[in-house]
């Protein structure tokens, strides 16, 4: 059963910086575009940044310049540097995991991890 498995998540003030991880099981890790989304207090999921197979990477307006996205497909890993981190980068963070085989999308969520930053 495929598992992601995310970390890093805390309570932080304006200006600080948190690291988040997120481990994959019983994946083919490598064939997999990569993602971190968000989700704050009543408002939908968005993507903040993505990297795919080959190391193409894309990021949120919002969070340009202050988050790194990176892999380690040895690891089965994908990881979120957050700096300069402001109070509406509150919310919860989710892993997500893509690929598409022919006509068939495969897709998964880790659980989320909170990341709070107070003013």
């Known amino acids: 059963q495929v598992q992601l498995v995310e970390s890093g998540g805390d309570l932080v003030q304006a200006g600080g910086s948190l690291r988040l991880s997120c481990a994959g099981s019983?994946?083919?890790?490598?064939?997999?575009?990569m993602g971190w989304y968000r989700q704050a207090p009543g408002k939908q999921r968005e993507l903040v940044a993505s990297?795919?197979?080959?190391?193409?990477?894309n990021y949120a307006d919002s969070v340009k310049g202050r988050l790194t996205i990176s892999r380690d497909n040895a690891k089965k890993s994908v990881y979120l540097q957050m700096n300069s981190l402001k109070p509406e980068d509150t919310a919860v963070y989710y892993c997500n995991a893509v690929r598409y085989l022919f006509s068939r999308k495969d897709e998964y969520w880790g659980q989320g991890t909170q990341v709070t930053v107070s003013s």
């Open positions: 990297i795919d197979t080959g190391g193409r990477i």
């Open positions: 019983a994946i083919a890790f490598s064939f997999y575009a």
